[in-house]
């Protein structure tokens, strides 16, 4: 079936716009993760969804970062008024639940990139 | 703080070698550990999941270890070939959260 999967794939944007990034988890997945991942390091942590709830938010690094999930499928990650050192790749991964026996599954990142 | 570290940074070997990849973790109190392979530009693909109560994971020439005692696991690569060639990433889903901790990677580069 099908994975996991982000858009855009590249995202070019000035400093101070606004960009949304899009995850499609793979159908039945009721845990949606967002990570950000800087180069040459392992990805951080963002957020997560449990259905349509953020069952844990820490991870957002300030309030120019939001994230929903409306229906408990697809999510947006919102960042407004973009800096530089936002510029990473954004990586969604989606569980079939929740626990120790249910492996993260990644999609192929989006790559932002803020000029 | 659940700390995840990874050792060697870098490895570089001649096909045929087997290899072992390092992983430790600060905090013994996980769920799970799962090890993760990344080619450049992609996204991370799942190699072997590690559940708390499990010593041990194999899937084909890999094997995964857990000691939660003592914080650490080990990704063994039987025969390497330079198809192997990649990031290997491991990540601790700690009791605290629902989240994972990854360690930062080891740069695999098998040479034909």
């Known amino acids: 079936g099908a994975g996991v999967s982000q858009t855009p794939s590249n995202k070019v944007t000035e400093k101070g716009k606004y960009v949304e990034l899009r995850c499609d988890p793979i159908s039945g997945h009721t845990a949606l993760y967002w990570y950000r991942q800087s180069l040459g390091q392992g990805p951080e942590f963002l957020i997560y969804f449990q259905g349509t709830g953020a069952a844990d938010d820490s991870g957002l690094p300030n309030d120019r970062f939001f994230a929903v999930r409306p229906e408990g499928s697809v999510s947006t990650l919102k960042i407004q008024r973009t800096e530089r050192g936002d510029s990473a790749v954004y990586l969604c991964?989606?569980?079939?639940?929740?626990?120790?026996?249910?492996?993260?599954?990644f999609g192929p990142g989006t790559r932002l990139t803020v000029t | 703080k659940q700390e995840v570290t990874q050792i060697p940074a870098a490895l570089s070997v001649p096909e045929g070698e087997n290899l072992v990849l390092n992983c430790s973790f600060t905090?013994?109190?996980?769920?799970?550990l799962q090890w993760f392979r990344q080619d450049p530009g992609k996204g991370l693909t799942s190699l072997l999941l590690i559940q708390s109560s499990q010593r041990e994971q194999t899937s084909g020439r890999l094997n995964a270890s857990l000691d939660k005692s003592s914080g650490r696991s080990t990704l063994y690569i039987a025969a390497s070939q330079p198809g192997d060639s990649a990031t290997y990433l491991c990540a601790v889903l700690d009791n605290y959260g629902q989240n994972f901790v990854f360690g930062p990677g080891t740069r695999l580069s098998v040479l034909p």
């Open positions: 905090d013994s109190a996980i769920y799970n």
């Open positions: 991964a989606s569980s079939p639940g929740v626990g120790n026996a249910y492996e993260q599954y």
